[in-house]
C-alpha cells in the first residue's frame, strides 16, 4: 500500500510539474524500480539458499531416523550384533519412583497403576497381544514407536502387540508422573529403560487412562525414543542453569 501512494505521488508530481522536473522525476522512479528488482532477486536468492539448507538438514535427519529403526528392527528380530549395546540414548534416563500430581486422589493414582502393571505384565511376561488390546478403551488409540500407522482399532492395537509383546523384550526400569486431565481421565507420563532381545534402549510413553462405569481403560498410548538433544538446546539450559540429574522432580 505505502508504495502504492508513494507511486501515485511521484504521477501526481510529474504531471505537475515543468518538463525538466517530469524527466528527474521518470529517472527516480526508475532507479527506484531497479532497486527493488534487484532487492527482489537478492530476498528469492537467500531464500532458495535457506530451502536448500533445510532440505540437507531434513535429509540427514531422515538418514539418521532409518539408521536408529534399522537398528531397532535387528534389536526387536534378535539379529542384533553384540556390539550394539544401546539406542534411544539412555545416557540421559534416570529412574524414579511414581511420582502424583496434586489433584490426583490416592485410589484413581492406584488404579492407574494397576492397569499400567497389568499393560507391563501382558507385554512383557504373558507376551499375550489379545489381553494388551483389550486393556485399551473401545475408542482407543495406539501411536506405537515403530509404526508409522495411527492405530485405533482393537485388532490393528492387537496386531502391533504381535509383533512387540514378545520373549526377551520387557521393561526395566522406569519414571513415571500421573496427573489427573479430568475428573475421570488420567495421563501416565513415563520415560521407560527396555531390555529388546538383550539390547538397552529407552522411549517416552504417554498413558492416557479412563474410568468407564467404574473400571479403568487405556485411552491411548504414544511411545518414541530418547532423541538426540541438538547442542543449541544443551547451551541454552546450561544458561539457565537447569542441571538434569538422577532427581526428574528438581527442575
Same mark, same amino acid.
Given at each position: ?44 536468492? =537467500? ?14 535427519? *531422515? ?14 528380530? =534378535? ?10 540414548? @539412555? ?10 500430581? #496434586?489433584?490426583? #486422589? &490416592? ?14 505384565? &501382558?507385554?512383557? +511376561? ?13 475408542? =482407543? ?42 475428573? *475421570? ?28 462405569? =467404574?473400571?479403568? @481403560? ?9 532423541? +538426540?538433544? #541438538?547442542?543449541?538446546? +544443551? ?10 540429574? &538422577?532427581?526428574?522432580? &528438581? *527442575?
Amino acid at each position: 500500500e505505502g508504495r502504492q501512494n508513494r507511486n501515485c505521488n511521484l504521477t501526481h508530481r510529474a504531471h505537475s510539474s515543468e518538463p525538466g522536473e517530469r524527466r528527474t522525476t521518470e529517472k527516480s522512479s526508475e532507479q527506484e524500480q531497479r532497486l527493488q528488482r534487484a532487492s527482489e532477486k537478492m530476498m528469492m536468492k =537467500g531464500l532458495l539458499l535457506v530451502f536448500a539448507a533445510c532440505a540437507a538438514s531434513l535429509g540427514e535427519a *531422515n538418514g539418521s531416523d532409518a539408521s536408529l529403526r534399522a537398528s531397532l528392527q535387528e534389536m526387536l528380530s =534378535g539379529t542384533a550384533s553384540a556390539d550394539d549395546v544401546s539406542i534411544g540414548h @539412555c545416557e540421559s534416563f534416570a529412574a524414579c519412583e511414581t511420582q502424583t500430581r #496434586p489433584g490426583v #486422589p &490416592a485410589r484413581a493414582a492406584q488404579q492407574v497403576e494397576d492397569i499400567l502393571s497389568s499393560w507391563d505384565n &501382558a507385554v512383557s +511376561v504373558e507376551n499375550d497381544a489379545g489381553k494388551v488390546a483389550d486393556l485399551f478403551c473401545n475408542d =482407543g488409540v495406539l501411536v506405537a514407536t515403530v509404526s508409522d500407522h495411527l492405530r485405533t482399532a482393537r485388532n490393528e492395537i492387537k496386531s502391533y502387540f504381535e509383533y512387540f509383546a514378545v520373549k526377551g523384550n520387557k521393561p526395566v526400569a522406569k519414571c513415571s508422573f500421573i496427573s489427573r486431565n479430568a475428573n *475421570n481421565v488420567f495421563t501416565d507420563e513415563r520415560t521407560v529403560q527396555w531390555n529388546l532381545q538383550g539390547n538397552i534402549v529407552c522411549a517416552r510413553m504417554s498413558f492416557v487412562v479412563e474410568r468407564r462405569n =467404574g473400571n479403568m @481403560c487405556i485411552q491411548s498410548l504414544h511411545s518414541s525414543l530418547f532423541p +538426540v538433544e #541438538p547442542e543449541g538446546l +544443551v547451551n541454552i539450559d546450561s544458561k539457565n542453569n537447569i542441571v538434569w540429574g &538422577a532427581d526428574p522432580t &528438581a *527442575n
